[in-house]
Structures are given as C-alpha cells and as structure tokens.
C-alpha cells in the first residue's frame, strides 16, 4: 500500500499570496493522484484529478504538476474562500483503492 | 448535476450493524465508466476509505475493515449500500458516498452523515 506524506501540515497565509503543497508518496504512483479541498463540514471538492487535470469548475488559479513519486499543487493567489485542508489521494489502479495523505491546512 | 445523498440512522450502540444508503439522483448507477464508492472521516481525522462497488455488484475493500463490510447496489432504486457490522466507539465518524471515475478522480461526493457509536 501506498503511504501518502504531505507538507507542510500547516501554512498560514494571507489574501493574495501564492502557496504550493507538496505530496510525497511512498512508491511510484503512476498518474492515479488527485487534490481534495475540504471546508470544516462540508464533503471534499475534487481539485486536480492525475496530477495535473484541473476538475470542471476549478478556477484557474488551481494547478497541479509532478510525476514519479513528488506532486505539488499550487494556488497562484489565494482567494478567501480558499482557506481549507487539502488532501492528497492516491487511487490503485488495480485492485481498485484509496490511499489519502494526512492534508495540509491552509490558515489564514 | 448528480447528486448522492447518504441516509441512515445517526446514533448506534457498540455491537450493532451500521447501514447506510447512497441515492443517487441526475445520472444512472448503471454507468460502466464508473465506480461508487464509501469513505469515512472521523471527527477531525483524515478520510478514510471503506469500499467500492461496480454496478454489477463487483465489490473491492480496504483491507482494514474488510471483514466487517458489505457493500450492494440496487439498479432499481439508483442506490447503493453500506454495511459495517460490529461497531465500537471507533466507528464514529462522517460517512461519505462518492463516485469514482478512476483516474478521472472521486468526482461527486454525498454531503455526508455523522454516525456515531455510543452506549
């Protein structure tokens, strides 16, 4: 099974600001890696489907980049309504299976 | 615009059998380019995932809770099921249902339902 690290665990930020979160796994993942925002309550969002595929509706200050076993995602200038936990998530093509890292929370 | 919504009973004793219910509404179950999957997330903790079931009724689990679980699907009424039997206290969390399009992501996610185990 694949282990997910993801740092940092906390960044506080402001408005404005351009941030990139990284993603480690712990073997080579092979495309099957999205990004998640979550707000408190609520389910998550998909961002970013296999690393780089910006999900529909995702502004486009999401991005997403790497390969191998580093991928990063960036927010080019935060917005307020983009302070949340995000997470990374492998998913195992076969057998079918889901791996998430510990997430990263964005602070203001 | 799909839409899943979880349903089922929000407080269970340790011991009894958690089920839940994901209805889907704005697109078929019965799409072969999808999966429709169960995570769980307790109170301030990362997600979890539980299982994974195909139209067909193919299932796959996480090995952590494989032998508790049971997942179903009914073509008829557009849901699927969850079943986790033997609940303790760490069972409590937000459960979630979701659709997985594979390398696509998991693309639509129920709102969730707070289950929680206590005597």
């Known amino acids: 099974e694949i282990v997910l690290t993801q740092s940092p665990a906390t960044v506080s930020l402001s408005p404005g600001d351009r941030v990139t979160l990284s993603c480690r796994a712990s073997?080579?993942?092979?495309?099957?890696l999205a990004w998640y925002q979550q707000k408190p309550g609520q389910a998550p969002r998909l961002l970013i489907s296999?690393?780089?595929n910006r999900a529909a509706g995702v502004p486009a200050r999401f991005s997403g980049s790497g390969s191998g076993t580093d991928v990063t995602l960036t927010i080019s200038s935060l917005e307020p309504e983009d302070f949340a936990v995000y997470y990374c998530?492998?998913?195992?093509?076969?057998?079918?299976?889901?791996?998430f890292g510990p997430g990263t929370r964005v602070d203001i | 615009q799909l839409h899943l919504q979880e349903s089922g009973p929000g407080l269970l004793k340790p011991s009894e059998t958690l089920s839940l219910t994901c209805t889907v509404s704005?697109?078929?179950?019965?799409?072969?380019?999808?999966?429709w999957a169960w995570f769980r997330q307790p109170p301030g903790k990362v997600l979890e995932w539980i299982g994974i079931?195909?139209?067909?009724?193919?299932?796959y689990y996480s090995p952590s809770l494989e032998s508790r679980v049971t997942l179903s699907v009914d073509s008829s009424k557009n849901q699927f099921s969850l079943r986790l039997t033997s609940v303790t206290a760490a069972d409590t969390a937000k459960y979630f249902c979701?659709?997985?399009?594979?390398?696509?992501?998991?693309?639509?996610w129920g709102p969730g339902t707070l289950v929680t185990v206590s005597s």
């Open positions: 979701a659709r997985d399009a594979s390398r696509g992501g998991t693309d639509y």
């Open positions: 704005g697109g078929s179950i019965n799409d072969n380019n999808y999966y």
């Open positions: 079931i195909f139209y067909t009724g193919t299932t």
């Open positions: 073997e080579s993942h092979s495309y099957f």
């Open positions: 296999d690393a780089s």
């Open positions: 998530q492998h998913r195992n093509n076969w057998p079918p299976g889901f791996t």
